[in-house]
Antibody, heavy 120, light 110 residues
């Protein structure tokens, strides 16, 4: 079964850092680009960042560029999101999502998400 | 502020067809064949239902179809069923090599 499981979400104060992880299983992880997408409860989806299968092609939304870093460890079948200088508007449910091999522009498998709350 | 514009809500009766529009620009929808659509039920993760403008993933009902005209993409659901009631999001690749989502459309089956 293809599975993505996010972890690392927490309640954190503004200005602090947090690292999210996404454990992948059931498919060849190093063949797939990956994305992080977030969703404020009751609101829409917002793309956060994407990374190519080899980790060399990386892109960010303007809202997080310079504060967030996406990375991956193909040996551990894991995706990460390092979030620094957190703000209240970063509060959301964070999903990791898989892209089918050979593609980049859509996501066919999603995790259930991990919740980040930024509040003093 | 979403990069892509969708109607906030649409509704239809069982058996009818509805269409959800998604308007962008020549820098996203109009510039690439990379429009996708996602269905999201409350408390669930999004589910891919259309990719590359018109293609359906395996297992997705043929009642779902996608199209595009200039800078506007559309999702059509025919033969509406109660289980189609959900939120729908469009997405497009952009000229900045990023992805953009629409604000989402809530579909109500009357």
């Amino acid at each position: 079964e293809v599975l993505l499981v996010e972890s690392g979400g927490a309640l954190v104060q503004p200005g602090r850092s947090l690292r999210l992880s996404c454990a992948a299983s059931g498919f060849t992880f190093d063949e797939c680009a990956m994305h992080w997408v977030r969703q404020v409860p009751g609101r829409g989806l917002e793309w956060v960042a994407g990374i190519g299968w080899g980790g060399h092609s990386i892109y960010y939304a303007d809202s997080v560029r310079g504060r967030f870093t996406i990375s991956r460890d193909n040996a551990k079948n894991s995706l990460y999101l390092q979030m620094n200088s957190l703000r209240s508007d970063d509060t959301a449910l964070y999903f990791c999502a898989r892209v089918p091999p050979g593609f980049y522009t859509y996501m066919d498998v999603w995790g259930k998400g991990t919740t980040v709350t930024v509040s003093s | 502020h979403s990069a892509l514009t969708q109607p906030a809500s649409v509704s239809g009766s069982p058996g009818q067809s509805i269409t959800i529009s998604c308007t962008g620009s020549s820098s996203d929808i109009g510039g690439y064949n990379y429009v996708s659509w996602y269905q999201q039920h409350p408390g669930k993760a999004p589910k891919l239902i259309i990719f590359d403008v018109t293609y359906r993933p395996s297992g997705v009902s043929v009642r779902f179809s996608g199209s595009r005209s200039a800078n506007t993409a559309s999702l059509t659901i025919s033969g509406l069923q109660a289980e189609d009631e959900a939120d729908y999001y469009c997405s497009s690749f952009t000229s900045s090599s990023t992805l953009a989502f629409g604000g989402g459309t809530k579909l109500t089956v009357l």
